[in-house]
């Protein structure tokens, strides 16, 4: 795929968020495909109804559809470093880290059990910096927003919002993406949102988000906003890097 234009990131943002009744979802192992992309670089998934909360595995089902998973434990955030700006010369400077966080809110739905809405990313971040742009590229990676409780099993609708965002001079977001992924974006931030009804769970797996500059990109950051809704009951709990 090419690489997409800020004008079209801009004009994305005026769409919808991706549902599954928008995506003409199909299953695969325990997981309902809400979207998966013809690269296979970003994908959605929900688990399909009845699956055990304590068993199911986003990932296994992501790795049958052959998608490139990031980092599979979340830790301390760990920046990338090494990027001061352009080298003056032809040589090439890298550098690689991980991005990762979760938090938990505590949720309690009108007539139901109170339990956790869970937010969780970890994502690879790779920059590198070169004779005429540095860049700094997000994936692969994977969030969760995930209603964690048993009674009701599922929310009416759960949310999952990701964002990701870099410090530098002049930083442009560029995106290797099919049109209609639903990414937003301009200058050093991205983000991401979508909905999906009668579920207790979303993730979304994804690669290629760079941002680049003439001059310096740095301090890498992203964010997973989960929430969960229970009629006109919201929770939102956010995990920062």
Not at 195 to 210: A, D, K, R
Request: hydrophobic share 40%.
């Amino acid at each position: 795929m090419g690489v997409a234009t800020l004008a079209t990131l801009v004009a994305l943002a005026a769409g919808p968020a991706v549902t599954a009744s928008a995506a003409n979802p199909h299953s695969v192992g325990n997981s309902t495909v809400v979207y998966l992309s013809p690269d296979r670089s970003f994908a959605v998934l929900v688990p399909l109804p009845g699956v055990s909360k304590q068993s199911y595995s986003a990932s296994r089902d992501l790795q049958a559809l052959n998608v490139q998973l990031g980092p599979q434990t979340v830790t301390s955030s760990t920046n990338v470093s090494g990027l001061t700006g352009r080298t003056g010369s032809k040589h090439t400077v890298t550098a690689a880290g991980t991005l990762s966080a979760s938090n938990s809110n505590r949720t309690c739905p009108p007539g139901g059990l109170c339990d956790n809405t869970t937010a969780w990313f970890s994502t690879t971040v790779n920059a590198q910096s070169g004779w005429w742009v540095a860049t700094m590229t997000f994936g692969p990676g994977q969030s969760q927003a995930a209603w964690l409780g048993c009674c009701p099993w599922n929310a009416t609708t759960m949310y999952l919002t990701d964002n990701w965002s870099v410090g530098g001079i002049a930083v442009s977001v560029n995106i290797s993406m099919p049109p209609g992924i639903g990414i937003a974006g301009s200058g050093s931030s991205a983000s991401w949102s979508s909905s999906v009804n009668n579920v207790w769970l979303i993730t979304h797996s994804f690669n290629g988000i760079q941002f680049s500059s003439n001059w310096v990109v740095c301090c890498p950051s992203e964010s997973a906003w989960a929430t969960s809704q229970f009629g006109g009951y919201f929770v939102t709990t956010v995990a920062n890097s």
